[in-house]
Every structure is written in C-alpha cells, then in structure tokens.
C-alpha cells in the first residue's frame, strides 16, 4: 500500500478506521483539532450493539478489550408518564446485545491501540482542494499543509471534506437537547436518582421529554428534549445558568418533581445541543482519492445508532483498502456502495423512532418501539 492514509477527525469512526488498517499492516495519519485527548469530555454513555458496533472492535482485534469496559446493569430501561407513573421497566438481565460504555473510555481504548506517531493533535483543517489525479491538499489552521493520495473525513456532522464530494449540509430537525449532569444523586437527590433506575429514563410527551442515565455510580447525564424552532433558544441567556435552566423547566410545569429536579438542580451549566441531519440517502459520485464515514457521510437524529455505524464505516473501509492494496478506487467504490444502501436504511429507522419517541402518540408510541412493536420503518 503506497497511498499514504490521511484521516481527518479523532472521533470513534476516523480512530476505529485507523486501527484496522493498522491491523492490516497499513499505516495512517489522523489528524484531529483538538488540542489532547482530555481537552473536552467526551460525551456520555454508548450502546454497542452487537450487529454493527461490536462488529467494528472484532475488526479492530479489541472487542475482549471492549468488555472490559462494559458497565453491568446499564442495559436497563424505564419510561416513566410525566406524573412519575412507571410505565415499562425493563432490567437489564445480561441477555441483551446492547452493552453500555463510558464514550471516552471507548475513545481512549482506539487512542491506545495506535501506534504513538498515528494521531496529530492540534491540528484544524482550514481548507481542502483537490490537486487533480485523486490528491488532495489539507491546510491547517497554524499555517502548514499536507497532500495525501487518500482523504478520508471522519470530522463529523460539520465535515470540511464533504464538500469535495456533495453540496448537502445538515438541516436543524426542529428538535434540540439542553445536557445537564447531576452528581452524587443517590446521597443529594434519592428520589430522582430512584425514578431513574440503574439504566435509562425516558419520560416523554409530545413534542418533549426528559431522558437521564446513570453513569459510574450516582452520575445522572440528562438530555431535555424540546421540539421548538431555533430561534425560541436562541431568546434564552445560556450564560445564564439558573435562568437558562428555569426557563426550561417551565415547560415541564406540573411534572413531577423527581423528574424536573434534572433540569433544576443540576450540578453543570445546561448546554444546547441542536440537533441537524442530512438528507436521508444522502450520497454522491465517486471522486478519486477521498470518501466520508460517519457524521460526515450520514448524520441522522439520535436513535443510538450514529457512534455504532461510524466505528462500523471504519472497519469496512479499512479492510476494503486491505482487500485492494494496488487499486484505491475499487476499494472505495465498494465501500461506499454498501455505505449508501446501509446508511440510507438507518436514516429512514432513525426518522422513524424519534417520531415516535416525541411524536403525538408519545409515551405510547415509544413504548410500542421499546418493545418491539411499532411500525416497520
């Protein structure tokens, strides 16, 4: 394999991408903007699901690794009316094929697996041009630059690749999430801690819900869901952490008090998170020398799926490149025939299941879906 790898994005997709075709023998360059691995937290819990996810590690020679990091008991799920009327709750039993993992701890693992010359912190992209005969010219924003014979961009829903391949760019889905934390739940906040179980807590309405899970020990990391336009946030001072987080809660009024107690009482500024995804079947003619995975090539609306099929994208590409060392564009060709079909798939199931998690019908309808009875997508 002559054709230098360049990877842009250190996120679970461009690192599973990069471990692979280490694997292989072939060697690769991620380049990622952050300044470390620990310059922001990395999100919370992860399920990894057994057909894509778990896949990707058994490519990536680390899914015994994997279970190292599994905490037990995650897989429980409880969907509460906004009264605090417990609807469904299911333990986890250890049957289930959808184990829960800390994202940073799964990230550090793929971090750890490379060789120490594989990763370039520190480095922004600030442009990409197309040089002709599939190389491609990367600059960064401290001023160097770098041509690669294969680019590939795994840097997520805001790609600076993607525009060598397609002109679409993610749309706001009319939905966002405001993040909070509460800490040490069990001993400061029992009743809440209590109606959140040992796994997830989904307590939804139409057009809103509020949705926690237990981390290590007495963590609660809640995602408030709230279906208003843009500019609705946009008229609350998030700088302002207390009023920020009562004006939220005054749209949960009325709720019980376990559950508002997440939005009020928690031990972190409340962030925004707006929520935006492609065209379902986004795709795009082959270009020579340079593909997306992930975010980048398919994002979608949270349904548990986007960390699961970016690792999955990774793996494929990396043994398709594996399988076809002399012929690039093969390799790419055949991955990103089956990334389309796949991605399209998962698009149209993603659309499908936040419908139904904020939709008219909900709570109903997601509990239809928690038990496998909704409507095929």
């Not at 952050?34 to 057994?50: F, K, N, V, W, Y």
């Not at 709750?89 to 010359?117: C, F, H, M, Y």
Request: net charge negative; proline share 6%; glycine share 12%.
């Amino acid at each position: 394999m002559h054709t230098p790898v360049t990877i842009i994005g250190a996120g679970l997709g461009g690192l599973t991408l990069a471990r692979v075709l280490h694997v292989h023998g072939i060697p690769s360059t991620v380049y990622e903007a952050e300044s470390s691995p620990t310059a922001r937290t990395q999100g919370g819990m992860l399920d990894i699901h057994e057909y894509n996810g778990q896949l990707a590690l058994q490519a990536a020679g680390l899914l015994d690794a994997f279970r190292g990091l599994i905490l037990k008991g995650r897989e429980a799920t409880r969907v509460l009316a906004w009264d605090g009327t417990v609807l469904l709750d299911e333990p986890d039993d250890g049957t289930g094929g959808r184990p829960e993992v800390l994202r940073g701890e799964l990230r550090q693992l793929l971090i750890d697996s490379l060789p120490a010359n594989t990763l370039q912190w520190g480095h922004k992209v600030s442009g990409v041009r197309a040089l002709g005969g599939g190389r491609h010219e990367v600059t960064f924003a401290h001023g160097t630059t770098v041509v690669t014979g294969l680019l590939v961009g795994a840097d997520g829903a805001w790609s600076r690749v993607r525009p060598l391949v397609s002109s679409a760019t993610p749309e706001y889905v009319g939905t966002s999430f405001v993040e909070t934390y509460l800490f040490d739940a069990d001993t400061r906040h029992p009743s809440t801690a209590k109606a959140v179980g040992d796994g997830a807590l989904l307590a939804v309405a139409p057009g809103k819900g509020i949705q926690a899970h237990r981390e290590v020990g007495g963590t609660l990391h809640t995602y408030v869901a709230l279906t208003r336009p843009k500019e609705w946030f946009a008229g609350i001072d998030f700088t302002h952490s207390a009023s920020a987080a009562a004006r939220i809660a005054q749209e949960f009024d009325g709720w019980a008090p376990e559950l508002t107690a997440l939005i009020t009482h928690g031990d972190t500024a409340p962030v925004l998170r707006t929520l935006n995804a492609l065209p379902i079947g986004h795709r795009w003619d082959r270009v020579p020398g340079v593909t997306l995975l992930g975010d980048g090539a398919h994002l979608s609306p949270p349904n548990g799926e986007g960390a699961n099929l970016a690792m999955y994208d990774g793996a494929e590409l990396g043994r398709a490149i594996a399988a076809h060392p002399d012929d690039v564009e093969a390799a790419l060709a055949g991955y990103e025939e089956a990334l389309f079909a796949r991605s399209a798939e998962a698009a149209t199931e993603a659309a499908r299941d936040f419908g139904l998690c904020f939709g008219d019908d909900a709570p109903h309808s997601l509990i239809s879906l928690l038990t496998g009875n909704a409507p095929p997508a």
